[in-house]
């Protein structure tokens, strides 16, 4: 079997006795075929059982092992060893949100935006069950199909330089999901989600760097769907200065 001795510099805080994050290196004997999650799981499980950070899936689904890998946020189980030429790897905790302790982040300010664009179906009424299910045609599921594929890593926050200025920017993720639900034909809650989603901290202060799609693991495409948003939110605001703004978002669908 093959193995790389690769060196891992790792930023440490522990809250209860470092009064700032420091590095610390650990050298792995890597596999040909591992990622950088298999090689943090051997620093935890053979070197230093101290070490705190996410993961679960080791998949690319769950979006739990969000990291910044030599600068960039990435899934540490989707980047693979060989495709890094340097060395020595630097492993630092997801950029701008705050460090809780060694590669975890607090998530708090991004679970609250997520609830503020209501990402759920919406409806102006609901229909009994014994009436069925809502039905779509694969050119309604299509309109919005790319973003449910967000796995919520927030790679795209840590990458986001509006975020990095202005921490009220509801941001990438949370608006992208709010366009999906705002394109699916079952939902009715585009008004309700209009407050918020054209707002000032949010589509419009997006300045459309596309740091968000570049980084995005699942090529969701926030930085599209923002666009897209500031579109309708414009065509709407004409509308409804001329009267033609139709009274529900089912309606417009």
């Not at 990622?35 to 799981?41: E, K, Q, R, Y």
């Not at 620093?43 to 739990?64: E, F, I």
């Not at 991004?110 to 409806?123: A, G, H, N, S, T």
Request: proline content about 6%; hydrophobic content about 35%.
């Amino acid at each position: 079997m093959t193995y790389r001795t690769i060196e891992l510099e790792i930023l440490r805080y522990q809250p209860e006795t470092d009064t700032e994050p420091r590095f610390q290196e650990y050298c792995v004997p890597c596999e040909e075929d591992w990622v950088v999650l298999d090689a943090v799981n051997y620093v935890k499980d053979h070197l230093d059982s101290t070490l705190s950070y996410r993961w679960s899936c080791h998949m690319a689904v769950c979006g739990s092992c969000g990291m910044m890998i030599d600068g960039e946020p990435k899934l540490a189980c989707k980047t693979f060893v060989r495709d890094l030429p340097a060395r020595k790897i630097r492993i630092e905790p997801l950029a701008n949100f705050p460090i809780e302790r060694d590669l975890v982040v607090g998530m708090d300010d991004f679970m609250e935006k997520l609830q503020r664009v209501k990402p759920y179906i919406i409806r102006d009424q609901q229909r009994p069950l014994a009436d069925g299910e809502y039905l779509q045609t694969p050119a309604q599921l299509a309109k919005f199909k790319q973003y449910t594929l967000c796995i919520n890593c927030c790679c795209c926050y840590a990458a986001c330089p509006e975020y990095a200025l202005r921490s009220e920017f509801i941001g990438p993720a949370a608006l992208a999901l709010a366009h999906r639900y705002n394109q699916d034909s079952r939902d009715h809650g585009a008004r309700e989600r209009e407050d918020i989603v054209a707002s000032d901290e949010g589509i419009w202060d997006c300045s459309f760097a596309d740091a968000c799609s570049q980084v995005c693991p699942k090529h969701v495409d926030p930085a599209g769907a923002i666009q897209q948003m500031k579109v309708g939110a414009t065509v709407s605001w004409y509308q409804e200065r001329l009267g033609l703004r139709k009274k529900t978002g089912a309606e417009n669908k």
